[in-house]
Every structure is written in structure tokens, then in C-alpha cells.
């Protein structure tokens, strides 16, 4: 229930706050007084979509501030979203800025915008709902909100997964020749390299090996001359060689240290220099003597070489880029392996979800079917009272197709007077008949759901009169078990509220300001005799303001 609703710089409203009371709550005022900005404001704490055009000119933000008294459930799912519930009551805030940005704050805590919605604080009943109703669809809301159909949840949930099962199959299906060609040409390169064997670093090992081959004649040339430079000439017994002067300087030293103390080091040091030489020099003659021509081994590289040219001219740059396409390519090839036994899986499933759809949309229609005639039934009993004796309503149930919600077309028949054939409600009903129709089906349809907040927009829109007393009364009716705010230009409606609320416009001839104000006594009496077309400060129009409010308050509910 709403026990609070606060506005700032909302539209046309510079700043108002409402306490409401349970019952039945009217809100009044003339025409473009600002009625709208109340419910459009509550709209806004229900999650509507926000428009930075409803920010006051001028002001930085507009917010609407809801004070609720809540249930359990609607508590704990509060607390889960780390906002604070105080004696079951909720405060919901809703901030516009003038740059179009929204934010939410539920129970003191920033909140998705959706959340709002999804805590079902309140519903709203506008003028769009007339037109609604002439559509199918919200016949069919309307239906199953009095019918309730069990296994409705899991059909809409088992429905979403056989049409994303059936739109991968599709895709499956369409693209089966594209993944043949693909799977045919990965298979081919794989066997491709499989056939060579190539092993990671092996294209730059046989280059250098290639290159050390072809060069054999002149790396034993220069090995040659750094072998003789090394240990001397065998043809030139006489020619230096480092190895013989390194090992005279060493014999040398040696006396040196012999005779002066201070030389040790440099023996030492030459004793060293003649081993690296003499092992450098062994080097040379063993490097030397594997420098052997091998012409066989030569043509092994270079056809292994362009074996693996064959690879990386289509696989990779390099032998180890061929490898990694194999290892990606191998997966690939496992996926489109695995996509008929994919494809073979979700047909079985999407003739599970079929066969289960089915069985749930039987039971789906033979309940709506069940409860078409009870709604029916009793929203004649309300047109009955809203002067239409002889409305008949009927809700069709016919077949369709297996869809969202279920297999069922649902359509709304209408007709006003007695023996003529009903038509569909959009096409035969008048503006007041449809309005009635309307707050007929609302009446039954919010009398099961109590304890809620329900409002209603322009509920008596294209009726007068007594009408409107009937109006007045199905809306006082419901009142006893839900909160009910009514907009309403019907003294007739207004005179049944608990509470009445009138919205005032005035203007300073550059900014046009709303308010509103709770009227009682012989305010509320004047408000009403406004309303009814008269002088509010004439003794006629204020006496049958008071009988109009005397006859409310004999109908009121025990």
C-alpha cells in the first residue's frame, strides 16, 4: 500500500507531498490542472521509462519519493538487493536528470531502474489500457490473469529453450556443406604435414647445415691457415707457429721467476697461455678433420629442406607457426567432427521440447477454456450494474499454433443489445462501452489479487450520470480489500473516496505551478459541486453535492 508519494520538480509540480490512507483515494482537478504528473509520477516509482522533457524547467533533477508499507516477500527481496525495511515499510526514490540520466534508489540502496518493476509495488490502469484491450494479446492477459493456467511458467520456459535448440539446429543445418568443405580441407593439410613429420626448430637447424656443406672448401681453407698459424707448416719446419713461440716464451719466463722473484706470475701466467694455445691448436686439427666432403648428405638436406618448403609456403612462415596451425586446426577438426553428433542431439531434444509443449499446452487450454466462462460471467454481473443489462462477453479460446504462450487464440466477443450476434470487442463497442468493459474485467480481475495498489486513470472516461454511481461503487467495492486511487472527473466516482485529493494550477504568467491538497468538510463539498458543472458557492449545486456524498456514505460497505 502507498502510504506516501512526494514530487519535485516533476513536470508541472514544484513540490508536493500526499499521505494516503487505505480505501478508495480520488484525485481531482480541472483539466490540465496536473492530474497526470500525480500518476505519472507514481509511474516512475513502478520503473516507467524516464524523459529528461518531465524535469521542471530550470531544475537540475526532478525525484519522485514513495513511502510503501510491504509485505514479507516484497521485503526480503529488498533486503537481497542490500536495501533496509523498517516496520515493513519501503521508501522507493526515483531521480531524473535534466540530461535524461535516471537512477533508482530502493530502501536506501542504488538499484537497477528494473527493480522497481519487478517488486510489483503497484498497478497502474491508464487511458492506453482501453485501446489494449481490443488487442489479442491483452485478451489473453486478461484471461489468464482469472485463470491462472498451472505449467504456464514452465511452458514459456520450455519454449524459449526448443526455439534457441531449433535456431542452432537451423544453423547447423544451413551452413553443413560449408563445414564439409572446411573439415575436407583441414583434413587434407593435416594428413599434409603428418606426412613430412617436421619437428619444432627444424627449418633453421638444416639451413645452417646446408650452408656448413656447400661452404667445405673454403672453411678448410681458412681452417687450414689457422691450424698453421697454430702449430707451424709440416712442409716449413723453419716458419713460427704460436704454439712454438707461446711455449719458448714460456721456457723463458720460467728462468726469469727462477732468478727474480717478482716474475713468478708472469711464469705463471705463460704456463697457462701455452695450455690454451696447445688446446685451441687440438681444436683447429680435430675441426679440421671433420670438415669431410659428404655429397650425400648434402642432396638429404636440401630435399628435406624443400619437403618442408612445401609446409610453409601454405601452413606458416616457420615450421614452429605449420606446428601450431596442426595443433588449432586438429581441435577445429574435432568441432566440426562433433557438430552432426551436436546436430543428432538437438533433434532429439527439440522433439522432447515438442512433445512436452503439447502435453503442457493441452493443459494450458482446457483450463483457460474453464475459466473463460467464469470471467464471462461475472463481468456481465458487473456491466449489469454499470447499465448494461443485456452485454453479453464472451472469451473464445481457439486453436493456433504452438507459440509463447501456449497454443491458444484468445478473442474477446462483445455485444450490447439482445440479439445481436457478438463481434470483436475493438470493432463493435462504442468509447463507453468499451470503458465499462474495461473497469467490469478490472473489477472481477483486482478483486482476487488483495491487499495490492491499484490506480485507475480516467477509469470513467465516456460515461456520465449513473454511471458513474455505479462506477463510484465497484471502485468503493474494491477498495475494502486493496488500496484503489482513482483520477476521475466524475463527481459521482469522487464522492465514494475515503479520501479525496484536488490538484490546483496556478500561474505567475511565465511559469505555470500545480499543487495538490487533501479536501475535506465543505471543501470536498464544493470541489464535488464543481465537478457536477455548477457553482461551487451556489446553495443548489453545494445541496446536491452533500446529497451526492449522503448517498455514497448510505452504499458504503458495512
Do not use: C
Request: glycine share 10%; proline share 3%; charged share 30%.
Amino acid at each position: 500500500m502507498l502510504l506516501e508519494l512526494s514530487l519535485s520538480d516533476f513536470g508541472v509540480v514544484a513540490g508536493t507531498a500526499i499521505e494516503l490512507r487505505p480505501g478508495l483515494v480520488a484525485l481531482t482537478g480541472e483539466t490540465g490542472a496536473g492530474k497526470t504528473m500525480i500518476v505519472s509520477g507514481l509511474g516512475h516509482l513502478l520503473g516507467q521509462r524516464a524523459d529528461a522533457g518531465i524535469v521542471r524547467r530550470g531544475a537540475e533533477r526532478a525525484v519522485v519519493r514513495g513511502r510503501w508499507q510491504v509485505d514479507d516477500t516484497v521485503g526480503d527481496a529488498v533486503k537481497e538487493l542490500g536495501g533496509d525495511v523498517d516496520d515493513n515499510e519501503l521508501v522507493t526514490v526515483r531521480q531524473i536528470a535534466a540530461n535524461g540520466r535516471s537512477r533508482a534508489v530502493v530502501g536506501g540502496a542504488p538499484a537497477p531502474i528494473s527493480t522497481l518493476a519487478a517488486l510489483e509495488l503497484a498497478t497502474i490502469h491508464g487511458q492506453s489500457e482501453q485501446l489494449r484491450l481490443a488487442s489479442p494479446d491483452r485478451q489473453r492477459e486478461l484471461l489468464d490473469a482469472h485463470a491462472r493456467p498451472p505449467g504456464l511458467d514452465r511452458y514459456r520456459d520450455a519454449y524459449r529453450e526448443r526455439e534457441q535448440a531449433a535456431a542452432e539446429l537451423r544453423e547447423l543445418d544451413s551452413a553443413a556443406m560449408e563445414r564439409a568443405r572446411e573439415a575436407d580441407m583441414l583434413r587434407f593439410g593435416l594428413e599434409e604435414i603428418a606426412a613430412v613429420e617436421p619437428r619444432p626448430g627444424e627449418d633453421p637447424e638444416l639451413e645452417a647445415e646446408q650452408r656448413r656443406l656447400q661452404d667445405l672448401d673454403e672453411l678448410r681453407q681458412l681452417a687450414g691457415t689457422a691450424q698453421a698459424s697454430l702449430s707451424g707448416d709440416e712442409y716449413d719446419y723453419e716458419a713460427p707457429s704460436a704454439v712454438g713461440l707461446v711455449g719458448q716464451a714460456r721456457k723463458v719466463l720460467s728462468s726469469l721467476a727462477d732468478r727474480d722473484e717478482q716474475a713468478r706470475a708472469l711464469a705463471g701466467r705463460a704456463q697457462e697461455a701455452s695450455l690454451l694455445v696447445d688446446e685451441l691448436a687440438a681444436d683447429v686439427s680435430s675441426y679440421l678433420a671433420d670438415l669431410v666432403d659428404d655429397p650425400l648428405r648434402l642432396e638429404a638436406v636440401a630435399e628435406r629442406r624443400a619437403r618442408l618448403a612445401t609446409l610453409t609456403r601454405k601452413y606458416g612462415a616457420t615450421i614452429d607457426e605449420v606446428l601450431a596451425w596442426s595443433e588449432e586446426s586438429a581441435l577445429r577438426l574435432a568441432q566440426l567432427d562433433g557438430s552432426d553428433e551436436r546436430i543428432v542431439e538437438l533433434r532429439g531434444r527439440v522433439a522432447a521440447l515438442d512433445a512436452e509443449l503439447r502435453e503442457l499446452a493441452a493443459g494450458i487450454t482446457a483450463r483457460r477454456r474453464e475459466a473463460a466462462a467464469s470471467l464471462a460471467d461475472q463481468a456481465h454481473r458487473e456491466l449489469a450494474a454499470l447499465a448494461m443489462p443485456h452485454a453479453r462477453l464472451e472469451f473464445q479460446v481457439g486453436e493456433a499454433p504452438l507459440g509463447t504462450h501456449g497454443a491458444d487464440r484468445v478473442e474477446l466477443m462483445f455485444s450490447a443489445n439482445p440479439g445481436a450476434a457478438p463481434g470483436p470487442l475493438g470493432k463493435v463497442a462504442s468509447g463507453g462501452e468499451l470503458s465499462r468493459v474495461r473497469l467490469a474485467l478490472e473489477v472481477v480481475l483486482a478483486g482476487a489479487d488483495g491487499g495490492h495498489t491499484f490506480v485507475f486513470d480516467e477509469v470513467d472516461a465516456g460515461v456520465g450520470g449513473a454511471v458513474g454511481l455505479e462506477i463510484g461503487r465497484r471502485l468503493q467495492r474494491l477498495a475494502t480489500a486493496s488500496q484503489v486511487i482513482v483520477v476521475t472527473h466524475l463527481a459521482q466516482v469522487a464522492a465514494f473516496a475515503d479520501q479525496h485529493f484536488v490538484v490546483h494550477k496556478s500561474s505567475d504568467g511565465r511559469v505555470t505551478t500545480s499543487d495538490v491538497r487533501e479536501v475535506v468538510g465543505d471543501e470536498r463539498v464544493a470541489e464535488l459541486a464543481r465537478m457536477m458543472g455548477g457553482s461551487s458557492d451556489t446553495a443548489a449545486a453545494l445541496e446536491h453535492a452533500a446529497e451526492l456524498l449522503d448517498e455514497a456514505a448510505r452504499d458504503a460497505p458495512a
